[in-house]
Nanobody, 119 residues
Framework: QVQLAESGGGSVQAGGSLRLTCVAS?????MAWFRQTPGKGRAVVVA???????LVADFAKGRFTFTQDSAKNTLYLQMNNLKPEDTASYYC????????????????WGQGTQVTVSS
């Protein structure tokens, strides 16, 4: 059973930055960050495979960047110029196969970390 440990959420003002960290307990082919707001489903922020193309949500392009430390099974999400609409619960997810836009494809989930952006 893969375990995912998230850290780095918090509260910031609009325009601020946060960095989220997800550490997997073992190698997984695809690691991803999702976010979820009340009443809505989980949406991909970024999904990064060990090999191949990364999936990046349109809302993340230009403001969010990611890096992966393969040796540490860690995926970082750097979020800059945060907006109130980025307020959500952010979840790390992983799967052993090809990355997917569909949250239901992911077998492993972290507990989530809250990001709150005030105007």
């Amino acid at each position: 059973q893969v375990q995912l440990a998230e850290s780095g959420g918090g509260s910031v003002q609009a325009g601020g930055s946060l960095r989220l960290t997800c550490v997997a307990s073992e190698f997984v082919y695809c690691m991803a960050w999702f976010r979820q707001t009340p009443g809505k489903g989980r949406a991909v922020v970024v999904a990064n495979p060990r090999i191949g193309s990364t999936l990046v949500a349109d809302f993340a392009k230009g403001r969010f960047t990611f890096t992966q430390d393969s040796a540490k099974n860690t995926l970082y999400l750097q979020m800059n110029n945060l907006k109130p609409e980025d307020t959500a619960s952010y979840y790390c997810a992983a799967l052993r196969g090809t990355c997917s836009w569909n949250w239901a494809s992911y077998a492993y989930w972290g507990q989530g970390t809250q990001v709150t952006v005030s105007s």
